[in-house]
């Protein structure tokens, strides 16, 4: 895990990464404060990657929770330096995910949203799919979609080229799509979304064609995507992604210039088998945050039906330590750019052992709401096998974000332990030699 990785011409100086999680940082004037505020504890603690999370690419709209930062104005974006100069300051490299929610988009779920915003319409790959609309009919979403023509298409595209390149004027040093998790990506991958008869019926089109506006508006910037596998699909849900279709969309896009993959297997929504882990229910009962369900999800009624709905997920999709390793695993035979691992990782051991044979780097995402300088603990020569993550993946986290709380650990068993961990001097990094964090050491 010690070990550098190269990505895209990018050195990592080791195997460990923050994944993306939902900052909520918005775009006031304190945004990049926030931001760098944190995403800063994991690259002092030695992490080698840290990625921020998904980023919207257009406005207005788009966002699939409350708080969401977008890189559209270019004043804006120039103050992101501020983060990606603290980052780069402990040897670490910075990428932002960019992102567009599509059907996914607060206008769909967030009843106070919808009424504040009525004229938004959602951007969508194809007319909704017959499931979502029954939904709609029942009032649980609320679909006005706009599908895109061929040309709103390229131009969508541009957009993320835009971002992209003022992402990287400011500094940062990846560019990683949000190509999954019901994201507008993943609707162009999927089948259970796609039905178009023109060139972008072929999903990985469109990836391709963001691919370009990259490299055209933002240079030589690596460039990184998630690649979704529907593998826990309801049933009945015949047309979607199965791992052999993920496999080849992966083989395609390294061929294609891509210069690292993140496959994750998922459902064809947006529900508990990202996350997994336990029903939340510290967070659901949390008095401080029933009206902002309610306003979320346009009465109280409904929210409780929305926990329902929670509980249920959480018992369907066990919690399945590094879930995505298999799929990582077979695309990584048939790829020849690194492949990053996430999803249920928690212990050194466990790392040790997918490391140069299921992915090339490995990341974690909920643990660093609970320690949010976790790398100290894991990286390291001479670090246990069974050392692991506090978090307990109970979701606490989470759910409240949809009320536009930021993410941070509720959960007081896991914060006692995070907090007798940093009294005993387990987040106590040494610094990195020189030779380690690229700087001079004559200097």
């Known amino acids: 895990m010690d070990d550098p990785l ?11 990464y923050r994944a993306p999680l939902l900052e909520c940082a918005g775009n006031g004037p304190d945004a990049a404060e926030t931001l760098a505020a944190e995403l800063e504890p994991a690259a002092r603690a030695g992490a080698g990657l840290i990625c ?10 788009g966002c699939a929770a409350p708080n969401m930062t977008y890189v559209t104005d270019p004043a804006f974006a120039a103050s992101l330096s501020t983060v990606t100069d603290r980052i780069h300051e402990h040897g670490s490299a910075i990428a932002i995910q960019l992102e567009y929610g599509g059907l996914r988009s607060m206008e769909t779920w ?3 949203y919808r009424q504040e915003h009525p004229d938004l319409q959602q951007l969508a790959v194809s007319r ?3 499931l979502l609309r029954l939904l709609d009919g029942l009032g649980f979403l609320d679909y006005d979609a706009h599908v895109l023509s061929t040309d709103e298409v390229y131009d969508l595209a541009a957009d993320f080229g835009r971002s992209a390149a003022m992402a990287t004027d400011a500094g940062y040093d990846i560019i990683h799509l949000a190509g999954a ?3 507008i990506i993943h609707q162009f991958l999927s089948p259970f979304y796609n039905r178009r008869d023109d060139e972008f019926g072929d999903g990985v089109r469109f990836l391709e064609v963001v691919y370009d506006e990259i490299r055209e508006q933002a240079g030589d910037v690596p460039v990184m995507t998630k690649v979704p596998a529907e593998t826990s699909a309801p049933p009945g849900v015949r047309r979607h992604l199965t791992e052999g279709d993920t496999v080849d969309i992966c083989r395609r896009l390294v061929d294609y210039g891509y210069d690292a993959l993140v496959p994750v297997s998922g459902s064809v929504f947006w529900d508990a088998s ?18 902002g369900y309610a306003a979320a999800f346009g009465g109280p009624l409904r929210a409780r039906l929305v926990a329902l709905g929670n509980r249920i997920e959480a018992a369907w999709y066990d919690f399945d330590p590094a879930w995505n390793e298999r799929l990582c695993r077979r695309v990584r035979d048939v790829v020849s750019v690194p492949v990053l691992c996430e999803g249920g990782i ?8 997918l490391l140069g044979d299921a992915c090339d780097a490995v990341g974690m995402a909920r643990p660093f709401y609970a320690e949010p300088e976790l790398p100290a603990r894991l990286l390291g020569r001479d670090v246990a096998d069974d050392t692991r993550a506090v978090c307990e993946s109970c979701n606490n986290c989470a759910v409240p974000q949809v009320t536009g709380a930021g993410g941070v650990c509720r959960t007081p068993s896991v914060l006692r332990a995070a907090g007798t961990l940093k009294k005993e001097g387990a987040y106590n990094r040494p610094p990195e030699p020189p030779e380690a964090d690229g700087s001079d050491p004559e200097r």
């Not at 190269?6 to 460990?16: P, Y």
Request: proline share 7%.
């Open 6 to 16: 190269e990505l895209g011409g990018v050195t990592l100086r080791n195997r460990l």
């Open 110 to 112: 967030h009843a106070g």
């Open 52 to 61: 921020q999370g998904a980023t919207i690419v257009r406005e207005p709209g």
């Open 128 to 130: 909704p799919p017959r």
């Open 274 to 291: 990202i996350v997994r882990g336990s029903y939340p229910d510290r967070a659901w009962s949390d008095e401080q945050y029933r009206e």
């Open 181 to 183: 998790n019901m994201g």
């Open 346 to 353: 928690r212990e050194r051991g466990h790392i040790d052992r």
